[in-house]
């Protein structure tokens, strides 16, 4: 069903759904799923050189017709690989650093656009004032690390008055009436991220997506337990996760957890390392980061990532088309 929306006309999607970089959660298959369902799938930069940039994004937009995003995470951003995703795609994201002219514009040089997650009105402000063409704003519901400040719908309301690009809400969203909620309110489309942790396609270990497919409402929380070795928690070390991994954790010996594969080397997870575990990983998977918001309510079982696009936004548009039919 359409759903169209200035976010879709702008970066050349279908539908108004942006698929949350999420880590090695956000693998190539996941992206390159989302992308072919018509919505926007986003893989992650952290911790690749330019060149493995260029090789998974190569990878990725020869897998699809779609449109495929790359993260960046931090102030610490590598500018040759902004510019390596700046040169092969449509849209590069930003998160968890202050909205940068300088970044914006080096995208632009390379004719691509820009999306700036962001937690306030004010930053919001910021980034739209900075040139961003896609404003997101994250309510503190988010799963992950959080810098919303409040409420997603309270803070979407704010800065959907003094924005004039198209706004992404983002946290919590995994039910087609809360992504119809969002797109009522005037948001030209949503991020989700926890929606999309128990697909076929994603990069969690299975014992991580059982975790979230058996997760009820009010069973994440956000804490500062998993912020050893974080680079995002120098800033502010609040994170949303499943409840039962904060309990796990507390409960677990110090020392080490477990072990996974980090750039094809194995290394160790640390107790209160900000690591999920992968596929790859191995040992208390349960006292380890589960990431994930109280999105997870909706989510009953493991499917393919394009029948959760679908979902969402077939039942959005029916709900949405309900009201005003
Ligand atoms: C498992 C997980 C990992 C995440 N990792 C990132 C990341 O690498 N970069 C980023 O910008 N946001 C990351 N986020 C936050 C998302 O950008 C977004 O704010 C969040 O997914 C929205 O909330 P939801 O999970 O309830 O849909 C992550 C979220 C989750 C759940």
């Not at 739209?128 to 503190?140: K, S, T």
């Not at 575990?277 to 079982?301: C, E, F, I, K, Q």
Request: contains cysteine; hydrophobic residues 50%.
């Amino acid at each position: 069903m359409a759903l169209p929306t200035s976010y879709c006309s702008l970066v050349g999607c279908s539908l108004p759904l942006q698929q949350s970089p999420m880590g090695s959660v956000s693998s190539v298959d996941l992206a390159v799923a989302v992308a072919d369902a018509g919505a926007v799938g986003t893989v992650t930069a952290l911790g690749l050189s330019p060149a493995s940039l260029a090789r998974l994004l190569d990878d990725a937009t020869a897998r699809t017709t779609g449109v495929v995003a790359a993260n960046f995470l931090t102030a610490a951003v590598d500018r040759a690989a902004v510019e390596v995703a700046a040169q092969r795609l449509r849209l590069v994201d930003f998160f968890w650093s202050d909205p940068d002219p300088v970044l914006v514009e080096l995208v632009h040089g390379h004719g691509a656009l820009v999306s700036w997650q962001v937690g306030s009105v004010e930053e919001a402000r910021v980034a739209a004032g900075a040139g961003a063409d896609v404003v997101v704003v994250q309510g503190d519901e988010a799963g992950g690390h959080v810098r919303g400040v409040g409420s997603l719908l309270p803070l979407l309301a704010g800065v959907l008055d003094v924005v004039q690009v198209p706004v992404l809400a983002s946290g919590g969203i995994g039910h087609p009436r809360a992504l119809a909620a969002v797109l009522a309110a005037g948001a030209a489309g949503a991020r989700v991220g926890t929606a999309f942790i128990a697909t076929t396609e994603s990069g969690a270990h299975p014992a991580y997506k059982e975790a979230v497919v058996a997760a009820r409402s009010g069973q994440s929380a956000v804490t500062g337990t998993f912020s050893v070795g974080c680079p995002l928690c120098a800033t502010s070390a609040r994170h949303r996760v499943l409840r039962s991994c904060i309990d796990a954790a507390d409960a677990a010996d110090d020392g080490v957890v477990g072990e996974t594969t980090i750039g094809g080397r194995r290394v160790v997870v640390s107790k209160g390392s900000p690591l999920s575990p992968a596929a790859s990983t191995t040992g208390n998977l349960g006292a380890m980061a589960l990431y994930a918001s109280d999105a997870a309510a909706a989510v009953d079982t493991v499917r393919p990532a394009g029948d959760v696009v679908r979902g969402l936004c077939d039942g959005a548009a029916s709900l949405l088309a309900a009201r005003t039919g």
